[in-house]
C-alpha cells in the first residue's frame, strides 16, 4: 500500500469520527419523553479505556464496546507485525 493510500484512509477515518461525533452530539441534546438523560463516554488511553457513565447498565455497555475496540485495536496491531 503506498503512502498516499494510507495517508488518504487516516484523513477519511478521522473526518468519519467527526461526523460521528457531530452527529452523537445533536442526538444527546435531545430530552427523552420521561426527562431522564444518560451521560456515557468512553475515552481508550493505549491499551487502558477509561469509562464515563450515569448508570451501571449503562456502563455495562460501553465496557463491552471498549473490549470490543481493543480487540479491534490488538488484531490490527498483529496484522501490520505479520
Known amino acids: 500500500m503506498s503512502d498516499q493510500t494510507i495517508i488518504l484512509l487516516g484523513t ?8 460521528l461525533a457531530i452527529i452523537a452530539l445533536v442526538l444527546s441534546s435531545f430530552q427523552r419523553a420521561d426527562g431522564a438523560r444518560k451521560s456515557r463516554a468512553v475515552v481508550i488511553i493505549g491499551p487502558f479505556p477509561i469509562i464515563l457513565a450515569s448508570d451501571l447498565g449503562t456502563a455495562r455497555q460501553l465496557l463491552v464496546l471498549a473490549i470490543f475496540f481493543l480487540v479491534g485495536l490488538i488484531v490490527f496491531y498483529l496484522v501490520q507485525i505479520f
Open 12 to 19: 477519511l477515518i478521522l473526518f468519519i469520527g467527526l461526523l
